[in-house]
């Protein structure tokens, strides 16, 4: 059995205390964050000797290090972990800019240490089939697509993170933290027809409030290596209920990908439905497949089989969101 720790004892590390807590593939040895209260409290409910100083790991024989911190903190603390020969699960995104990705993927391939990232709705049930259905060539190639992201975030969600908000801390806004799940799943579900090529878009900050200083909304035209085009919108600005879709238009079909399920509706009218367990409340937009992406990476680090998202993922996705942001209409090839 590995012996693991967690780095961040913040809001999105409860999902994975939760998997960590009873995993068949792990034991929780310790949990780190500079504020003491936060890793006692976290210790307290899922386990791991509470550590404010992620440096007093080394050296303790623990196998696997999850990543829960900001996001500017990522490059340094990964690398360091990975020099001291540890593997790592990271939250998303992997870095900031693609560049920090880059170093972050060599120090990996030095180290021999698995770095994966924390790309949950890959697993998602209705991921899973969509990709099967996809790479059967069922219905035929793809010919567009739409991706759909309308969140609400404003007020208490930046107070309380000192970090959000800005570019420094967060590396952007409604993009790099809340979108970039559904534009990885655009690289991921269209990567056996080679994936994301470019993109061009403009991104912006439409409200005119003091909360944060990053975009709230974002546009783009993202050109895939099989010729179709996927056009996303994302907004950080919607008050209604969480949307979360990815569209996909296919020669024979329209292909609706959500946590609620897969839609398919055929040429000739006929649906299909796949239903899929769904969360309820706050944050159920994180959806249910934590549990399942880490029992992934630990079966990964068992079996030394390829990680369903890994660094190379990372940078993917990273260089899918700079693009976005720096584009201002331009095309932009993306890095992998």
Not at 108 to 122: D, I, P
Not at 140 to 160: D, F, Q
Not at 257 to 279: M, P, Y
Not at 293 to 311: M, N, R
Request: hydrophobic share 35%; aromatic share 8%.
């Amino acid at each position: 059995m590995f012996r693991s720790a967690v780095i961040g004892c913040g809001a999105v590390s409860k999902n994975h205390g939760k998997a960590l807590k009873d995993n068949r593939y792990t034991r929780l040895e310790y949990c780190v964050d500079i504020i003491p209260e936060r890793a006692q409290a976290f210790s307290e409910t899922y386990g791991g000797k509470p550590l404010t100083d992620y440096r007093d790991l080394y050296g303790t024989g623990i196998d696997a290090v999850h990543v829960i911190t900001p996001h500017n903190t990522h490059p340094q603390i990964v690398m360091d972990l990975l020099d001291h020969g540890f593997n790592v699960f990271c939250e998303k995104p992997l870095a900031i800019t693609p560049n920090e990705a880059k170093q972050m993927i060599r120090k990996s391939e030095e180290t021999g240490k698995l770095l994966g990232v924390c790309f949950q709705n890959r697993l998602n049930k209705a991921t899973v089939e969509a990709k099967e259905i996809l790479e059967s060539g069922k219905y035929g190639k793809i010919l567009s697509g739409m991706c759909l992201v309308t969140w609400n975030r404003e007020g208490k969600y930046y107070s309380e993170s000192p970090w959000r908000g800005k570019y420094s801390g967060e590396g952007g806004g409604c993009i790099i933290n809340q979108s970039i799940h559904t534009l990885d799943l655009v690289d991921y579900l269209t990567s056996y027809c080679g994936g994301v090529k470019s993109l061009s878009g403009f991104d912006a900050k439409l409200r005119e409030t003091d909360d944060y200083e990053v975009e709230d909304t974002a546009m783009a035209l993202i050109r895939l290596e099989c010729g179709a085009n996927i056009v996303a919108f994302c907004t950080n600005c919607y008050l209604g209920s969480k949307v979360c879709d990815l569209e996909l238009r296919l020669e024979h079909a329209v292909m609706t990908v959500r946590q609620s399920g897969l839609t398919i509706v055929e040429e000739d009218g006929n649906t299909i439905f796949h239903a899929a367990k769904v969360l309820t409340g706050e944050k159920s937009e994180w959806g249910v497949s934590h549990g399942l992406l880490i029992d992934e990476f630990y079966k990964s680090l068992q079996d030394g089989t390829p990680f369903v998202a890994d660094c190379h993922t990372g940078l993917a996705a990273v260089s899918i969101v700079n693009a976005i942001q720096h584009s201002k209409g331009r095309v932009i090839r993306i890095e992998r």
